[in-house]
């Protein structure tokens, strides 16, 4: 089973079409989103392009849970509002959180095989002990220039990263 990761959207659904074509091209129908969203109307946006299961965590900047947890609900999507969430996919053991808390602890507990952050808008891939920890980079574009998501084969335990260049804007430094 293969299961794609994103993160930071914030809205930019240029970003969001790109990465869920990908993924529904590649048969990925198993998806997890590691907040800021943004929009309540981006889950219904999702939905049209993409036919599989969304599961999401919010992030800092979603201000709104209620509407965009009822528009999850609409689409047929997940959507958590703790600042974890863990879910069980293809016997796999994973966390989700949007900011980077306690990685470290949650993969040395043994207890996860995956520990998935967002919020830096970075891309990261490291080992703990097993556990594998995931930023997927973010869909945003606006902050690294690229729009990146990451998809894991679950039986091999394998991570490749998906990036495309965002040209029509203009690059936000964050130092």
Do not use: C
């Amino acid at each position: 089973m293969r299961v794609g990761i994103v993160s930071d959207s914030h809205d930019n659904l240029k970003g969001l079409k790109w990465a869920f074509t990908e993924l529904q091209s590649m048969g990925v129908d198993k998806v997890l989103h590691l907040g800021d969203i943004i929009s309540p109307f981006v889950p219904l946006r999702v939905r049209e392009f993409y036919d599989g299961d969304l599961w999401a965590i919010t992030g800092n900047n979603d201000g709104d849970h209620i509407h965009l947890s009822r528009n999850f609900e609409k689409a047929g999507f997940h959507l958590f509002t703790e600042e974890q969430a863990f879910v069980v996919l293809g016997g796999k053991n994973i966390v989700m959180m949007h900011e980077p808390r306690l990685l470290d602890e949650f993969a040395a507990s043994g207890e996860f095989d995956l520990v998935l952050y967002g919020h830096t808008h970075e891309r990261n891939l490291r080992k703990v002990r097993n556990a594998l920890i995931i930023n997927p980079g973010e869909l945003y574009g606006y902050i690294s220039g690229t729009v990146s998501f990451a998809v894991v084969d679950l039986e091999e335990m394998k991570v490749d990263f998906y990036e495309k260049e965002v040209s029509e804007v203009e690059r936000i430094p964050l130092r």
